[in-house]
């Protein structure tokens, strides 16, 4: 918004795509999504594997494989166009105003250099601090994210810490410069379920203390639950529904939505069976034409074969999906009995 | 567990695998090292009753895939005894007889990438354990049960022509499951088999597997680090720790009247969907390396509750509420049993 208003989003992304250009065509891997985050705001974005969320997450930070490529819409981070950035201009933003945290913190780390090396790297990098500075820094930001014997720790290499520690150094190396938000694509999916618990409460206390903007990319529900303030839920390049974290969980707009979170066995009452969403999602060269859960989805009508939903308001969320559609012409209301 | 009295399907008793990781024999003379063993499995007494589903639960490096992997023979145990429906799988018989009993125990890998051949068509795929065991009368019979297998997993024969990378990894699942189905087996092994796969289609796994159970009287140990899944499909469960079980249960009680201090930590760690603002306690420590265990009860570094006795003296499994646990605070009533509800159950 061009407009003074009082709380400017601290991410802005508009009607984001991403293509690849393939022998047989071009696939629309993120197709026209848009959301933003607020300062101090952890985002989750969920989806099954292939619904294009890891996409969203590497576009932003400008770390697209070629031959993906953005192909429209923009990324504004502090009102600033950050996704036609040159190269060098990127690397710049990226770990200074937006750190990464991946999945597998063995591959994020670099095995032949000591941690402490690579911390005080990316340190000297971004911020102008002596050798001594920045290793004071280093060593700060090791106690921070939990690294017992910090001290004696920091001259050590990726391979003498185990899989939990070294995604607290992955965390530490991503604060290096104190950036407003941190893109965190599966942070936990490689961890064991106690060192789970450990990261997620350490990421919650890093975001809340340094006011950090946490955008967590990942499959699981439970960690988003937990965690998240909003949630964004992604199917086949889509978002099929954005809306505040309770709301997504505990009154799902989405058909789509409702069936993951029906399908996730939970600890409450025991139910013969899951709910189970029969089929897959397509894959990106046979998107259906309509809404492209349509072939999956209980609520099917005429219309959602034909025309596809963009979000529209449902309760406090925002859903992609017809049934929302207040006062339309054509909405579907049959349902039709899939339980054979 | 009463002993003798219940006709056990599988029976484990004191199963030991240890793993020799020393560096060669040069360069620990030269260097002066020792030998070093993961003792991996040690110790373990595990009785199935037919009909079933025994779930083993733990974190990596538990030993819980190889309890599985030495149930069903892929590695020799180093001690202790497996018995299958009252046959001692280690006792001498002929070839003959082996294959008679193996042909009825399968397993079910965790990832469907790597456990079917890509250039193998799903036909011969799902036939091979039909030939393996020569099961079939002739080609047409042979067709006709490929077809059958690939119908009970809602696949169509017509899918047998195509190869394992037409599939997604949920379909890749069903063939291996119908490939573990073809030599009619009464006991199948899962290690893990929903874990590489998205919820959605878990969901679907998990159903079709509780579906056939109950269509064909099958039995099953469950491996799996998610609780939650163990909570949906399992009949009794054991947890497991550092190569040891350290609390069994039927799956009611371990979840709401859960023993072990180490269950009690696996408990709070599953995340929680209902939004009962029930807070996950971040457990402090990680599990220790089984080259070297730590003496006496092996949870003791990580235990709240862990006194001197812990430190130096074994715990035993005793019986507590149709389960064993192994622990001395329980044992001495230091810990009192902890009473659990979760969003929707009464308590």
Not at chain 1, 195 to 205: R, V
Not at chain 1, 235 to 254: F, Q, S, T
Not at chain 1, 323 to 340: C, F, I, N, S, Y
Request: glycine share 8%; hydrophobic share 40%.
């Amino acid at each position: 918004m061009a407009a003074a208003s009082n709380n400017p989003p601290l991410l802005e992304v508009k009607n984001l795509r991403v293509e690849f250009p393939t022998r047989r065509g071009t696939l629309l891997a993120v197709d026209d999504v848009s959301f933003d985050i607020a300062p101090g705001e952890v985002l989750g974005v969920v989806g099954e594997s292939g619904a294009g969320k890891s996409l969203t997450g590497n576009a932003i930070i400008g770390l697209l494989e070629p031959p993906g490529r953005i192909a429209g819409g923009e990324v504004k981070l502090e009102g600033r166009r950050i996704d036609n950035l040159p190269y060098e201009e990127m690397r710049k933003v990226r770990g200074a105003r937006i750190g990464a945290i991946f999945q597998d913190p063995l591959t994020s780390l670099n095995p032949l250099y000591s941690i402490g090396r690579q911390l005080i790297e990316t340190i000297q990098t971004h911020l102008p601090l002596s050798g001594a500075q920045a290793r004071k820094r280093a060593l700060d930001l090791l106690k921070e994210v939990g690294i017992p014997g910090a001290e004696s720790r920091i001259d050590h290499y990726p391979h003498q810490f185990s899989g939990g520690m070294r995604q607290r150094v992955v965390i530490a190396l991503a604060l290096c410069a104190d950036p407003r938000l941190i893109v965190a694509d599966e942070p936990t999916t490689a961890l064991d379920v106690s060192i789970q618990a450990q990261i997620i409460a350490l990421l919650k206390k890093l975001c809340r203390e340094h006011q950090t903007a946490v955008m967590l990319v990942t499959h699981d529900m439970g960690v988003i639950a937990e965690t998240a303030d909003r949630v964004a839920v992604m199917y086949a390049g889509r978002i099929a529904e954005i809306g505040p974290v309770r709301d997504v969980v505990k009154h799902a707009k989405h058909p789509y939505t409702k069936g993951l979170m029906g399908s996730i066995p939970s600890l409450g009452v025991r139910h013969d069976k899951l709910t189970q969403i029969d089929g897959a999602m397509p894959r990106l060269t046979e998107i259906p034409p309509g809404c492209a859960f349509n072939p999956r989805c209980t609520f099917r009508g005429q219309r959602c074969m034909v025309e596809r939903p963009n979000l529209m308001s449902a309760g406090a969320s925002r859903a992609a999906c017809w049934l929302h559609d207040r006062g339309g012409v054509g909405a579907p209301v049959t349902k039709e009995l899939v339980d054979a | 567990m009463p002993d003798g009295g219940m006709n056990q399907f599988v029976k484990i008793e004191g199963l030991k695998r240890y793993f020799d990781v020393s560096a060669p024999w040069l360069v620990r003379t030269l260097e002066g090292r020792p030998r070093q063993i993961v003792q991996a499995v040690d110790g373990i007494d595990i009785e199935i009753a037919k009909g079933e589903t025994f779930s083993l639960v733990g974190e990596s490096g538990c030993g819980k895939s190889t309890v599985a992997r030495l149930v069903v023979g892929l590695y020799p145990p180093t001690a202790g005894t497996i018995e299958f429906d009252g046959n001692d799988m280690a006792g001498p018989r002929s070839r003959a007889d082996m294959a008679a009993l193996r042909r009825r125990m399968q397993m079910i890998f965790q990832d469907p990438y790597a456990s079917l051949n890509p250039r193998w068509r799903v036909f011969d795929i799902v036939a091979e354990p039909i030939r393996a065991f020569g099961l079939a009368k002739d080609k047409a019979d042979l067709a006709n049960q490929v077809g059958e297998r690939l119908r009970q997993v809602r696949l169509t024969p017509a899918d047998g022509a195509k190869y394992p990378h037409e599939f997604s990894g949920g379909q890749r699942q069903r063939i291996s499951i119908a490939r573990a189905l073809a030599s009619h087996p009464e006991f199948l092994v899962c290690d893990e088999p929903t874990s590489a796969l998205d919820v959605s289609v878990q969901a679907q796994i998990l159903n079709l597997m509780v579906d056939l159970q109950r269509r064909l009287q099958l039995t099953y140990l469950f491996i799996s680090h998610n609780l939650a899944v163990v909570y949906h499909i399992s009949t009794r469960v054991g947890v497991m720790y550092l190569g040891r079980l350290v609390e069994v249960a039927p799956t009611d009680t371990l979840f709401r009247r859960p023993k072990h201090p180490y269950t009690r930590m696996l408990l709070d760690t599953i995340p929680d969907l209902d939004m009962t603002g029930r807070q996950r306690a971040p457990v402090a420590g990680e599990v220790p390396s089984p080259i070297d265990p730590p003496t006496g009860c092996t949870f003791h570094p990580r235990c709240p509750f862990a006194n001197e006795r812990c430190k130096v003296e074994r715990p035993l499994a005793l019986p507590i509420e149709g389960g064993t646990v192994a622990c001395h605070a329980i044992e001495e009533g230091r810990l009192p049993v902890e009473e659990r509800s979760y969003g929707g159950i009464a308590a």
